[in-house]
């Protein structure tokens, strides 16, 4: 043994130390608590095993398993002296070796027991082929791209993805590549046509996937406009510390919003990464699991999409509570609890010594984590351990048992003895301990029924004054092991020799269900099932069929057949009579209680061509009578192949019958398929004898009926079985989950401790808070999970679970309380009213619907002026859930509208209201008060300034005839160097009227008729300075010209223009704001260029002009006479060429500087036809340099018969 030792510690030195080509192996420790789950082999890349218990005592013994099955070692095996199991994963010829892979778990024995550690699962390295490939896409620009590759390895394989087989750049926010194979391209560019594939690779190999090409076209972005989720989240299912994806591609124009939220409402964990659209777990855990729901949202609108999925997360088992080492007395109870958590739930197994541990009279395993050992015994001690296993792996917890035994205790209890003293009553005697008997304070009594597993112990306690004990309320023939155990103050002695005895035999307590049928008219066939050994409380021997005809109920016939018989015919009956029945069942102590009288009709005649269609009755008939129930079993008819279905019937059997036999109940018949076995009869009576009776029938014929006839329980009678058993614990770890809007899981776990069978459970579910009794609702589950349906949708559950022993219930759980989803509104909005506050918009006020089902996120308001008109033509207004009036305007006046409302949540929208219209008023046109007043402050305001604009004008009037005469120096220096004098020989002008004007019409070519004039001309015209130098003076016959045109019209028009003329010492500043002023505003009249008579003169006429210049006279004015054709004539008129205005020219001193002003004037009659002659006057005098006039108005200017104006001073 120690040069084997020596070996194998070589080998393994060698293999750590020595020039292999292999590497140091990854070890790896096995106890039995937590640790990982699975453990991957890297090609050539050994794994060590060790095995590590815990325990003090050195092993002397590691046993190796696989599977649960003794490792066979080979090649790739070797067992280290150490206990230690070593795995070489040497690759030949690629392929891994047989065999190894599997669930690896070792058991290391002692002195004081034997221990098993938890399995851990050995995978080979491996990489699938594909699943999925990536394929081809089209797509629009702008829109989004997605290829998807899937493919399974241990360890997981990373993808990483290639466009023409150069790697996708990461850094990119468009190009988004997800741990489970996934590539997504947001706002796809012509460049990103191309071939693309996916690269997988772990240790094990790598693996490169077919090309698939995307190509990108540029058409109508009309489909984008709409929001989509292209690629929604799916439900997965990741193992506890994987990666999750949950994926939400939304494409649209403008660019969607995506967001992600819970439906249980908790917050998203903050361990998870959001790329992009999507939800990345890097390391999945138990809290993340959930629905998880992605809502895409178009900006600035409420048009949004949403998609729900859920992710579960499958966890290894954990334990969470260990069971504890105990160190008892002799006698006592010992109990260990070990409770476990996982996904799916884990199994628990229970081992002791590394071996399972099975129930037997002492030890019961009961609800899921508890195991009891009553009366320990000094074999009972050793190593428990509670495995945990849910497929995923296990979880494992030991704890030690040790039985104390102290000295003083007294022996065992002698000569223990059973006596039946009836068929439930048994007495029981035995002699008190050998040893130590002085000391005994009590004793304990066991009763256990012998036949079966899983029965429950009784124990009944008494005081020392008695060896004696009668046990009482036990079922008859039915076989119980008995023990006594004494107990001191030091603790209890070690329990009696079991005694086994059967109780005697009873009546039956009940009788054979009896069917009946007719095979020929003087044939009565009945038929019936054995009692149960319960109801049978005995051997069955015989059983008595009664009989009578209804005519003759006092003659009644007996017949007795054999207790292994389970059907009788009846022989030589008259035909067409209706006969009763019944049958009892007997023992060796008598004969039970007989069934209820059950009544057949013969048949009337017997049909030899029809024979083949007679069908018996169906057999095997039981009813199961409850306080409100009856539950109906059969088997198939005999010649079932004739059968198209089955009826039921079901009738209460009064007590005391007409003398007609007519019964005064009404018969209730049931037709069910073919197919059905059972039915259950629900609303019954308790304690109210009833009649069942099932038959077959096809098209032709009704076959004939089985016959039950029994009674209801009582609504009192609560039936127990010995002794009295306490009610079972209610059950733990309730959960509930919302699964719809109108269903919600509910999931919970056994009692963690029970002495009784449970064999259902009993759910209540009610409205939170309600106190209506009504809307509490029962359900029965025999599992431990209930799907409750029919619900309200967005209503909070009260929501409790009561365990249901075989004859006892217990209380219920604590509430959990658990919302349905929400759902679409059911209801209308309500209370829908229609106001007109004016005769262009409608107020619309509502009351929220009465069943929102919801959270109200938005309403609907459909209206139109006409009714037949398709509703989606109808005008639609959206407002917020939390508004409940909104006033439409824009409407037109004298129409009728016809108005309709609905509300939305999350889910979508629900029934629209009840159509409702509205007539708007006629317009009323009505003065507001603001705008009344508003107009009489402005007519205010507009008077007020026309009387400060008539005073101001009437005092410089005054100020103008109040001045005296001008000396020359009052002429401006633009008028003495370019200037002209008019000539004193001027022509008098008769019948005529004037019109002056601020400026003459522009200056005439010398010889140019004054009749080509235009009709209209210009009060403001521009010549070029250059010209105007150039340009020759008139001549005194072209200003003769002049007056005789102007004194030959009948119609005159004038417009004064009256100016002040600047003081001589104001002459040079009046120079320099001249110049200021062309500057900014263009050419003044001031300037040289705008004088109509500034063209150079002969010399002989410079004095003429000097003199006129130094007229007294204040006053300019340039006749213009227009004749009655409307054609102006004037002075100094330039050709045709040289008459268009000039743009940008104005008035000097700022008044105004239109841009092109023409002032056309017209002529008009005079209504008195008078007319005034105006002799010459020599003192008056045309200034070419105009001092800035305090009122200049342009425009067209009438003449009338009351407004002349003269030229004489």
Same mark, same amino acid.
């Given at each position: 043994?120690?040069v ?8 393994l030195l ?10 140091r ?14 453990v ?13 218990? &815990?325990?003090?005592?050195?092993p ?9 099955h ?7 095996l ?8 070593l ?8 392929q ?9 778990s ?49 360890p ?6 290639? $466009? ?22 947001l ?9 693309y ?8 190999r ?12 540029t058409?109508s ?16 299912t990741v ?26 409402g ?6 998870v990464?959001?790329l ?5 777990i ?14 895409? !949202?178009?900006p600035k ?12 997360v499958?966890?290894?088992p954990?334990?969470?509570?260990p ?40 030890v ?8 009891l ?8 001690a ?10 995923? &792996? ?12 102290r ?21 029981l ?25 899983d029965?429950?112990? =009784?124990?009944?306690?008494?005081n ?14 039915t076989a ?17 020799l ?10 039956p ?5 009896l069917?009946?049928?007719?095979t ?9 099932h ?5 109801h ?29 018989e ?12 209706a006969y ?14 007989p069934s209820?009288?059950?009544q ?5 005649h017997? !049909?030899?061509s ?9 057999t ?11 539950n109906v079993t059969?088997?198939?008819s005999?010649?079932h192949?004739?059968v198209?279905? =089955? ?7 009064e007590?005391d019958?007409s ?7 009404h ?6 398929? $073919?197919?059905?076995?059972y039915h ?8 109210r ?23 209801t329980?009582?609504?009192?009678d ?41 064999? !259902? =459970? ?8 309600t ?20 619900l ?6 009260e929501?409790?679970?009561?365990s ?25 909005p ?11 918009s ?45 006033e ?23 029934? =629209?209201s009840p ?11 009505e003065? $507001?008060?603001?705008?009344v ?27 103008r005839?109040?001045?005296g ?12 160097r370019?200037g002209?004098?008019?000539?004193s020989n ?14 003459p ?5 010398? &010889? ?9 001309q210009?009060?403001?015209s521009?010549?070029?300075p ?10 005194? $016959? ?22 002040e003329?600047a003081?001589?010492?104001?002459e ?5 704001s001249?110049k200021?002023?062309?500057?900014t ?17 002969p ?11 130094q ?8 006749k ?13 008129d ?16 700022g008044f ?9 004037l ?31 108005s ?10 002349h104006?003269?030229?004489c001073?």
């Open positions: 043994m120690a084997e030792s020596t070996i194998w510690l070589f080998c060698s293999l750590f130390c020595g020039p292999s080509k292999q590497e192996p990854v070890s790896l420790e096995l106890s039995c608590g937590a640790g990982p789950s699975h991957v082999l890297e090609p050539d890349l050994p794994l060590l095993l060790e095995c590590n218990l &815990g325990v003090s005592d050195a002397f013994n590691v046993t190796w398993l696989q599977d649960g003794p490792l066979p070692l080979g090649d790739f070797q067992n280290l002296a150490n206990g230690s199991l795995l070489l994963p040497t690759f030949k010829d690629g891994p070796p047989q065999g190894m892979e599997g669930g690896y070792c058991v290391s024995a002692s002195a004081l027991g034997a221990l098993t550690s938890r399995t851990i699962n050995v995978l080979l390295a491996s990489l699938s082929k594909f699943h999925q490939e990536p394929s081809p896409q089209t797509v629009l620009a702008g829109g989004a791209a997605r290829f998807e590759c899937q493919i399974e390895g241990v997981t394989p990373v993808i990483t993805w290639e $466009k023409d087989k150069v790697a996708v750049p990461e850094e990119t926010s468009r190009f988004i590549s997800l741990p489970n194979g996934v590539l997504q391209i706002e796809v560019t012509k460049e990103d046509e191309g071939a594939r996916c690269v997988a690779s772990n240790s094990a790598k693996d490169i996937s077919h090309e698939a090409r995307l190509t990108v076209t058409g972005t009309e489909a984008l406009n709409r929001v989509a989720i292209v690629a929604p989240p799916q439900n997965a193992v506890l510390g994987r990666p999750a994806v949950m994926e939400c591609m939304a494409q649209g124009q403008p660019k969607p919003l995506v967001s992600w939220s819970r439906q249980d908790k917050p998203i964990s903050t361990d990464v959001v992009a659209t999507n939800l990345v890097r390391d999945t855990r138990r809290h993340h699991a959930g629905v998880y729901v992605c809502r895409a !949202n178009k609108t409420r048009e949004f999409v949403i998609a729900a999925a859920e992710l579960r499958p966890a290894p954990v334990i969470l509570q069971p504890e080492t105990a160190s008892l007395s002799r006698g006592n109870t010992a109990r260990f609890v070990c409770n476990s958590s996982g996904e799916p739930p884990p199994v628990l197994l229970w081992l002791k010594n590394g071996l399972p541990i099975k129930s037997f009279r002492r019961k395993t009961q609800s899921p984590g508890v195991l050992i009553n009366q320990l015994a000094l074999e009972d050793g190593y428990y351990q509670c495995i945990a296993d849910n497929g995923l &792996g296990t979880a494992c917890a030991t704890a030690k048992l040790t039985v104390i035994v000295e003083g205790l007294p022996s065992s209890p002698r000569h223990l003895s059973a006596t039946p003293y009836t068929s439930t009553t048994a007495l005697t035995w002699e008190k301990p050998e040893y130590n008997s002085d000391q005994i304070i009590g004793y304990s009594v066991h009763c256990q029924r012998a036949a079966g597993l029965n429950v112990e =009784y124990q009944f306690a008494m020392n004054d008695t060896t004696e004990y009668h046990v009482k309320e036990l079922l008859p023939h119980y092991t008995f023990f006594v155990v004494a107990y001191s103050p030091m603790g209890a002695s070690r329990p009696s079991p005694v086994t005895v059967e109780m005697l035999e009873d009546v307590s009940a009788p054979p269900q069917s009946i049928a007719s020929s008219p003087t044939d009565i066939r009945l038929m019936w054995p009692l149960s050994s319960q049978s409380r005995g051997a069955v021997t015989r059983y008595r069929i009664d009989y009578s005809t209804l005519d003759q109920v006092d003659t009644v016939f007996s017949v007795e057949v054999g207790g292994n389970t059907q009788f015919t009846l022989r030589e009956l008259q035909p067409n009579h009763r029945l019944r049958i009892a069942a007997g023992t060796g102590v008598g004969f039970g209680v209820e009288w059950a057949h009709q013969t048949l009337a017997y !049909n030899h029809n024979h083949s269609m007679v069908i018996f009755a169906p095997e008939l039981k009813v199961r009578a409850r306080v409100n129930t009856l059969w088997h198939l005999p010649n192949t004739l198209s279905g =089955y009826k039921l019937s079901c009738r209460e059997v007590a019958e003398a007609t036999g007519e019964r005064t109940t018969t209730h018949i049931i037709r069910l398929r $073919k197919k059905a076995r259950l009869l629900t609303g019954l009576a308790p304690d004898q009833y009649e069942v009776r099932v038959w077959a029938f096809n098209k032709q014929v009704d076959g004939a009926a089985a016959v039950w006839k029994g009674r329980d009582k609504a009192h609560k039936t127990s079985a010995l002794p009295m058993r306490p009610p079972p614990l209610p059950p733990s770890s309730i959960q509930a989950t919302a699964n719809s809007s109108t269903s919600i899981w509910l999931r919970w776990e056994k009692p963690r401790f029970s002495n009784v069978r449970i064999i !259902n =459970y009993t759910v209540r579910c009610s409205p939170a808070g106190t209506n009794a009504s809307l509490v609702s029962y359900h029965t589950s025999s599992s431990q999970e209930i799907l409750l349906g029919a309200k949708p967005f209503t909070r559950y929501l409790a679970v009561q249901n022993g075989v004859d006892v219930v217990g209380p219920f759980s604590g509430t959990v309380e658990e919302s349905t989803l929400s759902d679409r509104p059911s209801t209308p309500e209370e829908l009213q229609l106001s007109t506050p004016d005769s262009s409608v107020l619309v006020s509502w009351r929220p619907p009465l069943e929102p089902n919801g959270i109200i996120i938005s309403y609907r308001i459909l209206y139109s002026g006409n009714l037949s008109q398709p509703e989606h033509l109808w005008e639609n207004l959206s407002r917020d859930g939390s508004i409940t009036s909104v439409v305007q824009g409407l037109s006046s004298g129409t009728r509208y016809f108005f309709k409302l609905g509300a939305s949540t999350e889910v979508g929208p629900g029934p =629209y159509v409702k219209d509205v007539h708007t008023p006629l317009e009323k046109y003065l $507001k008060i603001h705008a007043i508003g107009i009489i402050v402005g007519v205010c305001l507009g008077l007020i300034c026309i009387l400060l604009c008539m005073c101001f004008s009437f005092r410089n009037s005054k100020s005839e109040m001045s005469g001008l000396d020359s120096t009052a002429v401006t220096p633009q008028f003495r370019g002209s004098p008019l000539p001027l022509p008098e002008c008769s019948d005529s009227h004037e019109l002056e004007t601020l400026m019409p522009g200056s005439q070519e010398p &010889g140019q008729p004054l009749e080509e004039a235009p009709e209209e210009s009060l403001m521009s010549v070029n250059e010209e105007e130098e150039d340009a020759p003076a008139p001549e005194p $016959k072209d200003l003769n010209r002049l007056c005789t045109s102007m004194c030959s019209n009948r119609v005159e028009a004038e417009v004064i223009v009256h100016s003329l003081d001589p010492g104001t040079k500043e009046e120079k320099g001249v200021d002023t062309n500057t505003r263009g050419p003044s009249l001031s300037e040289e260029r705008y004088s109509p008579l500034s063209q150079p003169t010399p002989g006429e410079e004095d003429n002009l000097e003199k006129l210049a007229s007294p006279s204040n006053l300019l004015s340039i213009l006479v227009a004749n009655h054709n409307g054609e102006l004539k004037g002075t100094g330039q050709p045709n060429k040289d008459l268009e205005p000039q743009q940008d020219m104005g008035l000097t001193n105004h500087s239109p841009k092109t002003m023409q002032s056309v017209r002529a008009e009659h005079l209504e008195n036809g008078d007319s005034r002659h105006c002799p010459s006057a020599p003192g008056k005098t045309i200034s070419a340099g105009l001092s800035p006039a305090p009122f200049v342009s425009g067209f200017v009438h003449s009338t018969s009351a407004a104006s003269y030229l001073p």
